[in-house]
């Protein structure tokens, strides 16, 4: 039977006030092509929260009531933040980017054309382009979502018969699916999709599809010897 690619396989839709972007999604990757004309159209810009400092905000940006921008941070619209929510110095928000309540973005992130669901954990030095962030999904330090193919060509999912299903995207990042953990320093390649629950040990370098409720192991080889004077 091939794998199901349903926004409702990896994402728990009553965790983000924006499912209205999944509306009619065969494939849970559409989405992301609707963010531009989305927050062009229901966006209405604000600012709820509490700076701390002086963070940069510029463009057409909602930020909602309880969330806390710290110094440092720079914000560029269109985005939308919800309440509740963690932009830690250093956070580096580009165009397109819709963010739930009780997200923490933290320092030396990026992320640009996302969308990451309530209560995810974005905390340290990782990037975040053109993705999915379930419910509660977290990344680890230095885990990185890596969305362009080094041919820049179209990047297409194996489809679980042998072949591949074109996405029609150039720039496609990951899915993570909801409580998904993605270790530290771990690499998942253009047009990942994890799985709800799943677990990649640190370091792992991911491509493809991996089920709900499944680890990556990731044993590195090690050899002790013994110090030369």
């Known amino acids: 039977?091939?794998?199901?690619?349903?926004?409702?396989?990896?994402?728990?839709?009553?965790?983000?006030?924006?499912?209205?972007?999944?509306?009619?999604?065969?494939?849970?990757?559409?989405?992301?092509?609707?963010?531009?004309?989305?927050?062009?159209?229901?966006?209405?810009?604000?600012?709820?929260?509490?700076?701390?400092?002086?963070?940069?905000?510029?463009?057409?940006?909602?930020i909602g009531r309880g969330t806390v921008i710290e110094h440092g941070a720079m914000i560029k619209g269109p985005?939308?933040?919800?309440?509740?929510?963690?932009?830690?110095?250093?956070?580096?928000?580009?165009?397109?980017?819709?963010?739930?309540?009780?997200?923490?973005?933290?320092?030396?992130?990026?992320f640009k054309n996302s969308i990451i669901f309530d209560e995810a954990q974005v905390p340290h030095f990782n990037y975040v382009g053109d993705s999915i962030l379930g419910f509660r999904a977290h990344l680890g330090a230095g885990a990185i979502l890596s969305n362009v193919r080094l041919d820049h060509s179209e990047i297409v999912i194996p489809n679980g018969d042998g072949g591949f299903l074109p996405t029609g995207l150039r720039k496609f990042g990951a899915i993570v699916?909801?409580?998904?953990?993605?270790?530290?320093?771990?690499?998942?390649?253009?047009?990942?999709?994890?799985?709800?629950?799943?677990?990649?040990?640190?370091?792992?370098?991911?491509?493809g599809v991996l089920p709900a409720n499944s680890v990556v192991k990731t044993a590195q080889p090690q050899q002790i010897v013994a110090l030369r004077s």
């Open 79 to 110: 985005a939308w933040i919800g309440e509740g929510c963690e932009i830690r110095n250093g956070c580096y928000i580009r165009e397109n980017v819709i963010v739930g309540s009780g997200c923490v973005l933290g320092n030396s992130c990026e």
């Open 177 to 207: 699916g909801d409580r998904a953990e993605i270790g530290c320093n771990s690499v998942l390649n253009p047009g990942s999709l994890i799985g709800k629950n799943s677990v990649l040990y640190p370091g792992t370098q991911w491509r």
């Open 1 to 62: 039977m091939p794998p199901s690619f349903t926004p409702e396989t990896f994402l728990d839709l009553q965790h983000t006030d924006h499912r209205m972007l999944f509306e009619n999604s065969s494939h849970v990757w559409n989405a992301l092509a609707q963010i531009p004309s989305y927050l062009q159209f229901r966006l209405k810009p604000g600012i709820y929260g509490r700076m701390v400092g002086k963070p940069f905000i510029s463009g057409a940006v909602f």
